[in-house]
């Protein structure tokens, strides 16, 4: 009797071990580490249109420029819509694409209007739908201000796609018979404008703030001298002809200053000039070379190349605040810095057994996260993009020197086509009218 | 015969009436026989059991011959009485005789009497004995039971199996005790028996005629208490066979509930490899449709929650905590979004319409 009491007691048990759910299931947490390192997937359909314009290409080769996206090749995609009516989204889901930019261009008049959109492949969202126009002879601006939306809302910085360079060239030839130029471009070097010729050396632009001017360093006269240029007029007027060396301007980011270095009769020093009163206040003083300034976005503090430790490396100096103070120690040589939009992040030209290379670190960090942006050994001076995402410098290459565009994040670079010759020292402007 | 009767009536009356006696003393020492072993009995039925079932044959055979042997002295006895009758000896001297006998044979009878409740008590001690033997085992049954308990207690199947092996033999090692102590018995009684019997020839040599009619009915109650006794083996044999069947069944009750206690195991693994399967197939899905964007820096973490239907499609993804830029979170994001409908496990009772993710830009 018992042993049935048992028996059925052990039942029960059975049944209500069975009744308890087995495996602890609240709540599942899955660590997901890794992934593949790769631009966001992006598919750019051809404008349906009846013009020959192609702006989708233009806008692939921006957002490709800026490391953050992997565009697909037209032969990557499974179709070709061009209004999101079109678009079946479980054919693009299938694919690699996360975003879809489709759209057409209709020429009006005078002018071209593109309507495009950009769709969430994944969920189908509408993230942007606008209608953009521009003269037929500004088409290319029109591709710009897409990749610049289409960066704006998928990365949440703003797009510096739409903006202009200005550089240098160098036609080869005799002595006598050497040109220099200084340039004004696209962001992707199309559309090359001349707006100074000479026979003497041309080194060093600088954008005023507003984009409207560009200052920088002729021989003109066989000396050096800081000359500002408006580019809307073309008029120029030569701000500083001291003896000596007249170089490295840097125009402010309020654009009521502009830093510069001065020899005078000694060595090299950091300078500033008051644009108004054209007053000029002394930065540095000491007897090593102090040169390459560039402006923290506080308008007060400078950034330069010094060797008063021995070597070449970079300091920063608030005017009338104390003593400089050295950024840089991880390399033997540091020079041509530049400082980001936002303050944080310097870059520079770094030296040592590879050569000359872009590198960059944070302001803040001592130069713990220095590392190199470019890996070719012959680059120059670097400036950045408006948006701080991108670095442009020249690259010795062959008998010339070539433009190259560096994404800070990620690796690679893109390089700039241009006819001939030789460029450099560019000059990324700043963003143009308001953020659309 | 009526003859005879009519010749001798005297005599024939006198016969008559000594017959008469000696079957009412017969009849009154049968029940002082009689009474005493049915009270016994009665008190420990299961001793009768084994007094009777280890009696031999060869004992049963003699008795059977002294009986009979008994028999014909009686049948002597009478031809001799008829003859002296016929003889006209005294009726007194009959009478006196027939006194003595009566005497002599009340005397046996008291002696024997004497004898049998020595025998009883002899019988009754050796009963307690038993009991107590009986008692032991039983309290070995008991405790065996518990240790039976006990093991069903244990989780352990190896151990338990063991354990159950082990109480196994303890209850065969008890049994085979009790069996021992069961035949010891036995043979004890059966002494008593061949002693009881001996006495019983002695008392028949003395008086031929009771011890006849006594010897009959012992025979009687021995074969009474054969049948009791055989009964009642036969009742244990059951009650054994019932304990034996009980102890199965409750082995059989632990084996069930060890297996289904595997079986829970089992199930518990099982249903942890069906979710990690489900995890794995998930992670794997995400993980792959995770284009983490150049310029991740490696303490980058995201951690989000997201919902989802029951055909795995992501209904909501909710962003938690997320070190990175936009880019990094919306790569997280689309990675879910991508790799919607997330795969389902191969148990949807294993289903989770909400799952944290936690996304490392570290590889």
Known sequence: MSARIQHWGLRILALLLLAVPMVSVAELNIVISGGQESGVPIAVVPFATTTNTDLSSIIRADLARSGQFAPLTTDQLPSQPSTPDQVQFDQWRAGKAQYLVVGKVEQQGGAYQATFYLLNVSNGQQMAARVISAPIAAERSIAHRIADIVFKQITGIRGAFDTKIAYVTETDGPVNKRRYTLEVADSDGANPQTVLSSTYPLMSPTWSPDGTKLAYVSFEGRRSGIWVQDLRTGQRYQLTKFPGINGAPSWSPKGNKIALTLSKFSSPNIYIVDLDTRALTQVTSDGSINTEASWMPNNQTLVFTSDRSGSPQIFEQTPGAGSAQRLTFGVSYAAGSAVSPDGKTLAMLAGGNGGYRVAVQSLSGGGNDFRYISNGGSEERPSFAPNGTMLIYASQSGGGSVLKVSPLAGAGSQTLRFASGKVRDPAWGPFQGAEQ | ?363
């Open chain 2, 1 to 363: 015969m009526f003859r005879w009767f009519a010749r001798m009536p005297l005599a024939t009356l006198l016969a008559i009436v000594l017959h008469l006696l000696i079957v009412l003393a017969i009849f009154i020492s049968f029940k002082m026989h009689a009474f005493s072993p049915a009270s016994e009995a009665s008190n420990t039925p299961t001793e009768q059991t084994i007094q009777a079932t280890s009696v031999p044959q060869s004992a049963i055979d003699q008795q059977l011959n002294r009986l009979k042997s008994a028999d014909a002295q009686r049948e002597q006895a009478l031809k001799q009485q008829k003859s002296e009758a016929e003889k006209a000896q005294a009726a007194a001297e009959l009478a006196a005789s027939a006194r003595r006998a009566e005497q002599a044979r009340l005397q046996q009878l008291e002696a024997l009497r004497e004898s049998r409740q020595q025998a009883a008590a002899a019988q009754e001690a050796q009963l307690k004995a038993a009991q107590a033997a009986q008692k032991q085992a039983e309290l070995a049954l008991d405790s065996q039971q518990k240790a039976l308990e006990k093991i069903q207690q244990e989780t352990a199947r190896a151990d338990a199996q063991k354990q159950a092996a082990q109480a196994e033999a303890a209850r065969e090692k008890a049994a085979a005790a009790e069996a021992k102590a069961a035949a010891a018995k036995a043979a004890e009684l059966n002494k008593q028996a061949a002693e009881k019997v001996a006495a019983e020839k002695a008392l028949a040599e003395k008086a031929a005629k009771a011890q006849a009619d006594k010897a009959a009915e012992a025979k009687a109650a021995k074969e009474a208490a054969q049948q009791k006794a055989a009964k009642e083996a036969a009742d244990k044999a059951a009650k054994a066979e019932a304990a034996k069947e009980a102890a199965a069944k409750a082995r059989q009750a632990q084996e069930a509930a060890l297996k289904s206690q595997l079986q829970d195991e089992l199930r518990t693994q099982q249903s942890q490899g069906v979710l990690n399967a489900y995890m794995a197939a998930i992670k794997n899905k995400v993980q792959s449709q995770w284009y983490k964007p150049p310029g991740w820096e490696p303490q980058w973490k995201c951690n989000v929650r997201i919902s989802q239907a029951s055909d795995g499609t992501v209904i909501n993804v909710k962003v938690l905590q997320c070190d990175g830029d936009q880019l990094f979170q919306r790569s997280v994001q689309q990675a879910i979004e991508r790799a919607s409908p997330l795969p389902l496990p191969a148990d949807m009772s294993l289903f989770q319409s909400s799952i944290n993710f936690e996304f490392q830009a570290k590889p």
